[in-house]
């Protein structure tokens, strides 16, 4: 077996067959000093929630770096406004450091409110913003009274945690918007998307299903959103939150002060996808038609892609893949989709799974799959390697990775550029994934590496 | 009309920068850095910065790009990151056991004042540092300067930390190629062995960000300048520094260290800049000037020829880094066309801008400089008075598409086609390949535009 050093501290984040089972995955922490993670920063998830809202403005309090890094990389699609493909930025220079950045954010929101009219406008503080201790809040304060629209403070400074508190930050920044619109035409079958970003279009996707079941949508959080839907959210009856992390918070925030239930959802994968279509349609289940029609289009999307699905997985059956993704929830997902086309999982991990989520992990996979917390590449490479992956689905650093030790590789963070979710989705991948896995130019690989060679 | 935000009145901006025209020094500290062989970068701050980073680079190369973190977390922001760099010093030689570290700070790290070079001897007293290994460092605040700055930091950092004079002059010539790409590094290095002169140039990421597929995954691929050639470049009988903002100091710094001197040039593109670097390398190395590259030579030449009507007059818009920009500036006016609109974020100072004027001084059109500006006030720019051709980054596509240009990527970051890191844009034939990009972007419009009346076959 091929030998890397691996940190002590890190051994508990690596679960593997031969540990014993009552192993307990070391996670929720922050990386280690030195270690190449591929993990990102608090500002990075709260940019991530936040970025979507297309008629607000994102201004970026800080040095250009955070700014320029973020602009318009994550690929979530507006069908109108284009504000949030901008990038602006204080921009700080050694002078604020030294003095304070306060006057010139004030000075950057009075210009920009004035020349883009925004809805709203959201500041995120970065590392430094917190170092020299800008009082943000109170800026934005006195610029909401002045300009007459919401400004909030995004509480994102990097240091301050993992990808996860950023999204706590953002969340607690939405709560302040949420509750401050008009409900009265809101129906009582009535639902928020949660943690739903648009990305390949995939909200609207999703929006469809949930309107042709006669569930009204009231506002997708926050995938080609606006501020006046985000103002009313709380008229929904029920919120409907994707993914483990991102906007949980939120709504439990809207359960408490609200009284609005949560259930939580996927929309990757055939199963998953139809799961979360019945739970609304249990959640009202006082309204019998809405089963009824959630029965339908199920039936109807599932017919429409299982033949190809079916040709797919002919090619596919026994073909190993490695996920290595933000969330645990998607990977959970994703184990499933791909056993539909009848591949098999030897390497499963996340950069941000909690404890319960590595414990429902080791569950789904089989005796055997490498279970991985917030690895470096030398590990993902090692167990590419070893359990002889043909498929790598992971983010922008990954892919380079999986290329150059010859196997196949789907995005499946924002650099996706057609929706995957969804039953239209779900093909979508499947062809995705055969297309690479099956291309001819692994042919040209020299050798595949063999076990103990890096 | 994705920009459909922009607006065509300029109106003077003071606190803000609206879709930037450059970027943070570390990262341009860790591409330097990754130019030597066996070095991991390591930022020095939290985590975030560099991840946004790598996957940049990553973007830009298409290659696995490494560089470790301290992790910063609330306790490091309040009591230094002492304890982090040295866990992390520690970690990294365990586990992924690189031949030398280069540190860089993140504007956490500067502005909290973490005092790197005493971390880094405690470490080395504390024995964490193996054997011959090494841990070198630059300061990289990104409140001051640019991605440039942060690229001049680390190579100066190189020559600061390794070059030692041998009491000797050996018979190798520095050059230090700027901020460019791994091609680039590697046709200044061609044409300087095609005059049989032997260099060593630094930093060097040829083979490390443009490597082979070979079904392996290797952390610190074969490419990279060594700390051996590094040691021995302060015993070369002369350097050449290309690119006054990215090579300048370092340049400089290896004169003032090792008393080797140092001739400072305009990047090598397009034909004059490149003919300067020529005859430096034949004055400094004492040998003639081969046919080869004469050949090369007289090729650009006869193509410019053969294809100049098309060019002439020509209103182009620019954006980039300055280095790049000022040899841009002097190949077009070669061409005659007409850089008009010049954008860069870095701030590169009075002298910098009055070349640059000068370069431009002899064009008819009402010239639009700004150093540092932004892509939202070149968008501006353009706004009032269109141009027939772009040449910038993948960001300016976004302007490309609204006002119907056509546009040539060049410079970084290139998100989205390939070729940077595998053609060179210097020398002669980085000219040509300059050249031809421009052409295939003027003629296909021109024919995708003309009546079918005007549609010619032979051009
Ligand atoms: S904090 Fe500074 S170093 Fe980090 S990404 Fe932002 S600008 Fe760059
Ligand atoms: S400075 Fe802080 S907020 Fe900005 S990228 Fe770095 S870690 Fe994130």
Avoid at chain 1, 99 to 110: I, Q, R, V
Avoid at chain 2, 116 to 125: E, W
Avoid at chain 2, 292 to 299: A, N, T
Avoid at chain 2, 387 to 405: F, H, M, P, S, W
Wanted: hydrophobic share 40%; glycine share 8%.
């Amino acid at each position: 077996m091929t030998t890397i050093p691996i940190l002590d501290e890190r051994r508990r984040q690596i679960f593997q067959e031969q540990d014993n089972a009552s192993f307990a995955m070391t996670c929720d922490r922050h990386s280690v000093a030195g270690s190449v993670s591929q993990r990102a920063c608090v500002f990075c998830g709260s940019r991530v929630v936040l970025y979507p809202i297309a008629d607000a403005l994102h201004l970026i309090h800080g040095p250009i770096g955070c700014a320029a890094y973020t602009w318009d990389i994550r690929g979530a699609l507006s069908s109108g406004p284009q504000l949030h493909r901008m990038s602006f930025s204080t921009d700080l220079q050694e002078m604020q450091v030294i003095f304070g950045g306060e006057k010139k954010l004030y000075g950057a929101l009075c210009e920009l409110i004035a020349a883009y009219r925004p809805n709203a406008a959201f500041v995120y503080s970065t590392c430094i913003v917190g170092i020299i201790g800008d009082d943000v809040a109170a800026v934005c304060r006195q610029v909401a009274k002045e300009q007459g629209i919401a400004v909030l403070p995004v509480h994102s400074e990097g240091f301050k945690g993992t990808k996860k508190d950023g999204y706590r930050a953002a969340c607690d920044a939405l709560f302040k918007l949420v509750g401050t619109g008009d409900t009265r035409d809101i129906a009582p079958v009535s639902i928020n998307i949660l943690g739903e970003f648009n990305i390949g279009g995939e909200a609207w996707l999703i929006r469809k299903y949930y309107e042709q079941m006669g569930v009204q949508v009231v506002s997708v959080m926050t995938g080609d959103s606006r501020v006046e839907e985000l103002r009313r959210a709380h008229g929904a009856a029920l919120n409907v939150v994707q993914c483990s992390g991102a906007m949980t918070f939120l709504a439990e925030t809207m359960q408490a002060k609200y009284g609005i239930p949560y259930i939580r959802a996927s929309y990757f994968g055939i199963e998953d996808m139809a799961k979360a279509l019945y739970d609304v349609a249990a959640h009202f289940a006082a309204e019998p038609c809405i089963q009824q029609k959630a029965e339908v289009l199920v039936r109807e999307q599932v017919a429409a892609v299982l033949p190809e699905l079916q040709r797919i997985k002919a090619d596919l059956a026994g073909k190993r893949a490695a996920i290595y993704v933000g969330g645990a929830f998607k990977a959970f997902s994703l184990i499933k989709a791909l056993r539909l086309l009848g591949m098999q999982v030897v390497l499963a991990g996340s950069q941000t799974g909690n404890a319960d989520d590595y414990a429902t992990l080791r569950e789904m996979c089989d005796p055997g799959t490498v279970i991985v917390d917030d690895a470096n590449p030398l590990e993902l490479s090692k167990y590419v390697i070893e359990k002889q992956a043909d498929l790598f689905i992971g983010g922008v650093k990954e892919r380079p990775i999986a290329y150059k030790l010859g196997i196949g590789f789907c995005d499946h963070n924002h650099e996706r550029k057609i929706p995957l979710a969804g039953f239209e989705g779900m093909l979508q991948l499947a062809r995705e994934i055969h297309t690479t896995v099956t291309s001819p130019v692994w042919g040209f690989v020299p050798f595949r590496a063999k076990d103990g060679e890096f | 009309m994705l920009l459909r935000h922009t607006h065509p009145e300029i109106k003077p901006r003071s606190a803000l920068t609206v879709n930037p025209a450059k970027t943070c020094q570390p990262i341009g500290a860790m591409y330097a850095a990754l130019g030597i062989h066996g070095c991991l970068p390591h930022s020095h701050g939290s985590q975030g910065c560099y991840a946004y980073h790598r996957s940049a680079l990553t973007r830009h190369y298409k290659e696995p790009v490494m560089a470790a973190t301290s992790a910063f977390t609330e306790g490091a922001s309040v009591f230094g990151g002492q304890a982090n760099l040295l866990q992390a010093i520690d970690n990294i030689f365990t586990v992924y056991e690189p031949e030398v570290i280069a540190v860089h700070t993140t504007c956490l790290s500067e502005t909290i004042g973490d005092d790197i070079p005493q971390i880094v001897s405690k470490a080395r007293a504390d024995g964490r540092i193996p054997e011959g290994k090494y841990v070198f460092h630059a300061n990289t605040p990104s409140y001051v300067g640019s991605h440039v700055t942060g690229f001049a930091n680390m190579t100066k950092a190189m020559v600061d930390y390794f070059a030692e004079s041998n009491g000797r002059k050996n018979t190798t010539i520095n050059v230090i190629p700027g901020y460019v790409e791994p091609a680039d590094m590697t046709e200044v290095r061609r044409l300087a062995s095609e005059m049989g002169i032997a260099t060593i140039v630094f930093p060097d990421t040829a083979n490390v960000l443009n490597s082979a597929m070979t079904g392996k995954y290797k952390m610190f691929p074969e490419g990279g300048v060594t700390i051996a050639q590094l040691k021995q470049s302060g015993s070369s009988r002369g350097t050449i520094a290309l690119g006054t903002l990215a090579s300048g100091s370092a340049g400089l710094a290896m004169d003032a260290k090792c008393k080797v001197p140092c001739q400072t040039l305009n990047l090598p593109i397009g034909l004059h800049d490149t003919d300067l670097f020529v005859d430096a390398l034949h004055h400094m190395a004492g040998v003639n000037v081969p046919e080869s590259i004469d050949l090369e030579r007289g090729q650009l030449i006869d193509a410019i020829t053969d294809w100049h009507q098309y060019l002439y007059g020509k209103r182009v818009g620019l954006v980039g880094d300055p280095d790049q920009l000022l040899s841009l500036s002097r190949f077009l006016t070669a061409l005659d066309m007409r850089p008009v609109y010049i954008a860069t974020g870095t701030p590169a100072g009075k002298k910098y801008e009055q070349s640059l004027r000068d370069t431009l001084a002899g064009i008819p059109d009402d010239v639009q400089v700004k150093v540092p500006g932004d892509m939202f006030l070149f968008h501006q720019w353009i706004k009032n008075e269109p141009v027939d051709l772009l040449i910038g980054n993948t960001y300016v596509k976004y302007i490309a598409r609204d006002e119907d240009i056509p546009y040539v990527r060049f410079g970084f970051p290139i998100l989205d086609r390939m070729g940077h890191s595998y053609f060179p844009s210097v020398g002669y034939r980085g000219a040509l390949r300059l050249l031809e990009k421009i052409l295939d972007a003027l003629l296909d419009r021109k024919e995708r535009d003309c009546s079918d009346i005007a549609f010619e076959l032979v051009l």
